[in-house]
């Protein structure tokens, strides 16, 4: 007799992380990933009937696209 399989998202990539992951990952709550979504604002998603999922390359790319470039030359920016 076959054995069965489970067909999860998560068996079947290998590389689809849970909202409560995100969120551990990027330090903020999984209300502010269910608002960001709802805005079109925060890392790209997939959605499995009412499961969501993020792919880890879209998270990287999140985190890229949001890094901030500090000038530590520019010691002061005001005239005295």
Known sequence: MAQATSTT???LSGQLLSPA?????????????AIWRYYK??????????SVRYEER????????NEQVCRPDIRNLRRH
Do not use: M, S, W
Not at 21 to 33: H, I, M, S, Y
Not at 41 to 50: A, D, L, S
Not at 58 to 65: K, L, S
């Open 21 to 33: 992951q995100v969120a551990d990952r990027l330090g903020v709550t999984e209300n502010a990933l």
């Open 58 to 65: 879209a998270i990287a790319a999140f985190e890229a696209a």
């Open 9 to 11: 998202p998560e068996v």
């Open 41 to 50: 604002r925060g890392p790209n998603y997939k959605k499995f009937g009412r």
